[in-house]
């Protein structure tokens, strides 16, 4: 999918939430820019969203195919362009939010911070199949109780944006979890998210954007990797349908327990579930740059 296409699509998705959350909202949006402000953005995550903090790590940068499309500073995505973290900024018009680990201390998050690491999940035991260095949910909610000294004032985080995109590498790499057959793995990663959710809210966070999982076993990475009979790897999708289906009933008890907080799902299942169905309306990747482009994390 090429960067516009991208972008485009998660706007739709983003539309919903500015309107049902900001009642100023102009009812005419223009892509990529709103009449709205948040103060600041807080992203939560892998390397979907992952703005480079896996180089303070001390992982090395694992493609040369990162960062081709789109290169700001000295931040790093696995990615060749922007994110959805980016896209999200770009639409508030927020700058494109720098890894927090390249902070110093003291230096203000006045915008918000990037927290998400590439290769773990939202449980810590995901990390014992990673190979990188990586920071799992409960490592990154550590980072942003730390931070919040640097945010000038507790109004402004209950404004602010909440972004959590994981759950993914749980699903995927958590061979405990998926060889467990007295588990129900999905709704486990999902009332474990839940829990974290909680957390985030405790420390001042309101308004929070959460995206469920895409179909992993459409991912070229997957099919080429299991080379199913099938068009996709079924047994992937089924973890992450089970994952999906779960998330909408737990933000809502979330939101109706939680005073004065908003939880929308951000459903980048459908997104990719459009792309994977037909193809031939997106600008394609050549099988050479889709093999050179995929670097696995796990071990």
Known sequence: ???????????????????????HAAPNLGPFKSDISIPALFVFGDSWVDSGNGKYLNNSDP???????????QQSRASNGKTMA?????TFGLPFLPPYLSLNKSESIQYGANYASSGCGILPE????????????????????SSLKNLRTSSDLSKSLMFVNMGQNDLDLNQDLRKNDSLDA?????ESLSKRLQRLYDLGGRKFLVSNSLPLGCRPCSIKQQNPKTPCVEGLNKLASQYNSNLPQILKDLESTLSGSKFVLLDVYKVFEDVFA????YEPLSSRSIGESYVPMHK
């Open 278 to 281: 037909a193809p031939g309306s």
């Open 63 to 73: 493609s040369s195919a990162y960062g081709v499309d789109f290169k700001e500073g």
């Open 1 to 23: 999918m090429n960067p516009t296409t991208r972008a485009s699509c998660l706007y739709f998705l983003l539309f919903h939430f500015i309107l049902n959350n900001y009642s």
């Open 186 to 190: 999905g709704k486990y990663v999902a």
């Open 86 to 90: 980016d896209f999200i900024a770009q």
């Open 126 to 145: 995901t990390n014992k199949y990673v190979y990188v260095r990586c920071m799992d949910l409960d490592e990154q909610i550590k980072l942003f109780e």
